[in-house]
């Protein structure tokens, strides 16, 4: 799913394209995109794009009229900057939303539609979809520490919960985490001081440090190449590859369609943390350290 830094890149993008121009038609492909019945979609069409919001991790496109259009990417949703008019062709293409210097063209992989588009009339109806967490990058340290420690969570679900925080998923809270030195399943109610410290510096680091990334790759051009794995990443989709900062094997958890990376040397004092389908299986005999995992791969 595209997060803070992507949501921004795909933004900043939109900003040269669109801001100050005319939406001129809206086409759409697929019934289940569009989640709003009023105002319609129609009434979008001959008004001018007078600012774009990240509203978590959606985009919201501000029009002269007060309308705001709301896109939700979801996993698999992308926007393309194409030729004006280009046709929705295939599938997976579900809207095209045209400008008069091109046409901005939203697609999403796979079978399952969840990606959306919200229209609503007002601001203060846009707050609706706004799930509440703090922006990390107009909060203070005491904000941050107040928000994630509400609640007694573990960090990972703490940092990746859109009403704690906005905009971080399951990619940059590993890359987060790794930054911090701190266990994914460390709860929040026992960090100390020097932790929180910590854990809000590289919270910030890191997303700054992709959203610059992001926005040079693309340079002038338009973000095509939004992904959740990337191989500068220290640690998120780098199972069994080596650390950058200490060289031993990433290790992760997996849950659901999820995993979680980490570094055991860096972030959990060499204790390898279960993983719920393998220490089932291997009850007694699941490895506790590196040590025994290392030992386990050996017979």
Not at 222 to 248: N, Q, S, W
Request: aromatic content about 6%.
């Amino acid at each position: 799913m595209p997060e803070l830094p992507d949501v921004a890149a795909y933004i900043s993008a939109l900003e040269l394209r669109v801001l100050g121009k005319q939406l001129e038609h809206v086409r759409i492909a697929s019934a289940f995109l569009l989640r709003t019945a009023q105002p319609p979609i129609a009434d979008a069409e001959g008004h001018v794009v007078r600012e774009i919001r990240r509203v978590g991790k959606r985009i919201a496109f501000g029009l002269d009229n007060d309308l705001w259009l709301v896109l939700h990417l979801m996993i698999a949703g992308r926007l393309h900057w194409k030729v004006k008019g280009t046709k929705l062709a295939g599938r997976n293409t579900l809207a095209a939303f045209d400008f008069p210097d091109g046409s901005l063209i939203l697609t999403e992989a796979g079978s399952k539609r969840r990606a959306s588009l919200h229209v609503f009339r007002s601001e203060a109806a846009l707050q609706s979809v706004d799930p509440g967490g703090i922006e990390i990058f107009s909060s203070d340290l005491q904000t941050f520490q107040t928000a994630l420690s509400a609640e007694n969570r573990t960090l990972k679900r703490a940092l990746t919960d859109p009403r704690i925080v906005s905009g971080i998923g399951n990619a940059y809270s590993d890359e987060i985490l790794h930054a911090a030195q701190l266990s994914p399943i460390a709860l929040t109610h026992k960090l100390q001081p020097g932790e929180w410290d910590r854990l809000f510096t590289a919270t910030r680091d890191t997303l700054q440090l992709w959203i610059n990334r992001l926005q040079q790759e693309a340079g002038a051009g338009f973000p095509e190449k939004v992904t959740a794995f990337r191989k500068d990443m220290a640690v998120h989709g780098r199972y069994g590859e080596p650390c950058p900062r200490c060289g031993e094997r990433i290790q992760r958890i997996r849950y659901a369609d999820n995993e979680t990376n980490y570094c055991a040397r860096c972030q959990t004092n060499g204790q390898v943390l279960a993983d719920r389908a393998l220490s089932r299986l291997l009850g007694k005999d699941w490895p506790r350290t590196l040590e025994e995992l290392e030992a386990l791969k050996r017979r």
